[in-house]
């Protein structure tokens, strides 16, 4: 990356699953350098790794930073229960300049205007789990106080652990967070149910376990890379009267995967509107 595309200082708040995903592509990709990277991480264990495996500054809390952030990224990378308690501490560090960046599912632009200034530029994020091997997909979306070179940063930032999109509405949030957030434990179920109805049907567990991963990791990544549709591909393998068909008849039936799928992304979005209101 050009030095013009820096992103700047990180104020990483948490290290988790995600957070740790984000850190450990940006230092491997050399998105940032290890200097850039500012870690608050109660968790000792987690905070040593950082510290000892790429020389990362750590600090137990905020209070305790003791080297400068110039115009940083504060990203809040904690679960949304703990945000209350997080946030709030998170005052006496903001200013003009200062970006914040959330990828806590659930918790609206509002909350941070709320609590840290309503003239803070604050984007938020939609990340999914593929995001731990660099094949996420993370919808973002700004408030009015965010300008084009943050956008910028943002999309540097979390571009290192897959494609990024922006929505305009926030609103559709609670979608996206039902589509692509969730949306990978669906296809878990997918290769689990269709490894059981291989065992069901005769197959030892080891070999339907190990067909239906591939079957369903192959078909992602030939759906990824191939120019035509989904709906093609699945028309190319579908031979008329075949094997296929017969099965795509049962899924693609009134009662079938589309009605079921249609039904647990209104399920998802409606919890993450209660979610976001509670
Ligand atoms: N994982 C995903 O696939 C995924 C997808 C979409 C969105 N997200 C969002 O990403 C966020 C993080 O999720 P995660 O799965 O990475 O959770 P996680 O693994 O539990 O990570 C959260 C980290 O923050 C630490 N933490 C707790 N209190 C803190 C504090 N006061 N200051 C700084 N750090 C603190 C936790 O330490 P302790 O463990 O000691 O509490 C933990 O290491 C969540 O808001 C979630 O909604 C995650």
């Not at 659930?106 to 660099?134: C, K, W």
């Not at 300008?147 to 940063?153: A, F, G, I, V």
């Not at 689990?192 to 005769?202: H, M, N, R, V, Y």
């Not at 376990?209 to 709906?231: F, H, I, K, Y």
Request: hydrophobic share 45%; proline share 5%; glycine share 8%.
């Amino acid at each position: 990356m050009s030095a013009d595309k820096q992103p700047g200082r990180i104020l990483m708040v948490g290290a988790g699953k995600m957070g740790g995903a984000l850190i450990e592509s940006w230092l491997l990709k050399k998105t940032i350098n290890p200097s850039d990277v500012v870690l608050v991480e109660p968790r000792v264990s987690r905070a040593k790794y950082f510290r000892d495996a790429y020389s990362l500054y750590t600090f137990e809390t905020p209070e305790a930073i003791n080297t400068g952030l110039g115009d940083a990224t504060i990203l809040f990378a904690v679960k949304p229960q703990a945000m209350d308690e997080v946030v709030p501490l998170y005052k006496p560090l903001v200013r003009p300049g200062r970006l914040i960046l959330s990828i806590a599912a659930g918790t609206p632009i509002s909350y941070f205007e709320q609590h840290l200034g309503q003239d803070m530029a604050v984007v938020r994020a939609m990340p999914n789990t593929p995001a731990s091997i660099g094949h996420g997909i993370t919808v973002l979306c700004a408030n009015k106080n965010v300008t084009k070179e943050q956008k910028d940063r943002c999309e540097t930032l979390i571009g290192a652990v897959g494609k990024v999109e922006w929505i305009d509405d926030e609103q559709l949030m609670n979608v996206v967070t039902a589509v692509s957030g969730s949306g990978p434990a669906y296809v878990f179920l997918l290769i689990e149910t269709l490894a059981q109805a291989g065992i069901s049907a005769g197959l030892s567990t080891d070999l339907a376990n190990r067909l239906a991963l591939s079957t369903v990791a192959g078909a992602g990544a030939l759906a990824d890379q191939a120019e035509e549709s989904p709906a093609m591909l699945r028309k190319n393998v579908t031979s008329p009267g075949g094997t296929t068909s017969a099965a795509l008849e049962i899924l693609m039936a009134d009662e079938g995967l589309g009605s079921l799928i249609e039904r647990a992304v209104v399920a998802a979005k409606e919890r993450g509107r209660q979610l976001s209101e509670s």
